[in-house]
T-cell receptor, first 117, second 114 residues
């Protein structure tokens, strides 16, 4: 069975601090995708980043970066120089293949990030 | 490119009533998904369509729930004889034929059953 664990329930930082959100996953699949989504108070889930299981190269995209380590089944997400607008719930998700080439996402319970002035 | 839209955004109903939600995916996205999210939890998969065919249903989808996607365009999710436990945010997502599994979500329909 697939499982995603986000142990951090809530994180509070002061604006301009860097913050790392942790994600640990479980799957028996050898090929899979991992995602981070952001859910602001409005409720809409916003796609942030995607990483496939066969590429462990870590990347940076603007203020976002991620650290994927297959050996420890972790997919951590870092926001550099946080801003108040980054305040939201962040979800880590694991993609599982379905019939017909589709996929379903298994989400963690989310981490509430509060960025204060 | 218009995003995923859902209607209504909010629905309040009394226990025992039927409700129907609509989702319009991103145009040309052939895959459509429904998820349910309760307070303090991540979204949970309910069902999946490829074009008009419903290919997967979660055990969460009791026989009071039914989903359709006529003609492979918009989709509807109906809940019959609503219960208080059905109160949740119902999220729709769509995905194109390419794109590395990325699903794009709509704003959701928040259901409150009194």
């Amino acid at each position: 069975a697939q499982k995603v664990t986000q142990a951090q329930t809530e994180i509070s930082v002061v604006e301009k601090e860097d913050v790392t959100l942790d994600c640990v996953y479980e799957t028996r699949d050898t090929t899979y995708y991992l995602f981070w989504y952001k859910q602001p108070p409005s409720g809409e889930l916003v796609f942030l980043i995607r990483r496939n299981s066969f590429d462990e190269q870590n990347e940076i995209s603007g203020r976002y970066s991620w650290n994927f380590q297959k050996s420890t089944s972790s997919f951590n997400f870092t926001i550099t120089a946080s801003q108040v607008v980054d305040s939201a719930v962040y979800f880590c998700a694991l993609s599982v293949l379905l019939t017909g080439g589709g996929n379903k996402l298994t989400f963690g319970t989310g981490t509430q990030l509060k960025v204060e002035l | 490119d218009t995003g995923v839209s859902q209607d209504p955004r909010h629905k309040i109903t009394k226990r025992g009533q039927n409700v129907t939600f609509r989702c319009d995916p991103i145009s040309e996205h052939n895959r459509l998904y429904w998820y349910r999210q309760t307070l303090g939890q991540g979204p949970e998969f309910l069902t999946y369509f490829q074009n008009e065919a419903q290919l997967e249903k979660s055990r969460l989808l009791s026989n009071r729930f039914s989903a359709e996607r006529p003609k492979g365009s918009f989709s509807t999710l109906e809940i019959q004889r609503t219960e208080q436990g059905d109160s949740a945010m119902y999220l729709c997502a769509s995905r194109g034929p390419a794109g590395g599994d990325t699903q794009y979500f709509g704003p959701g329909t928040r259901l409150t059953v009194l």
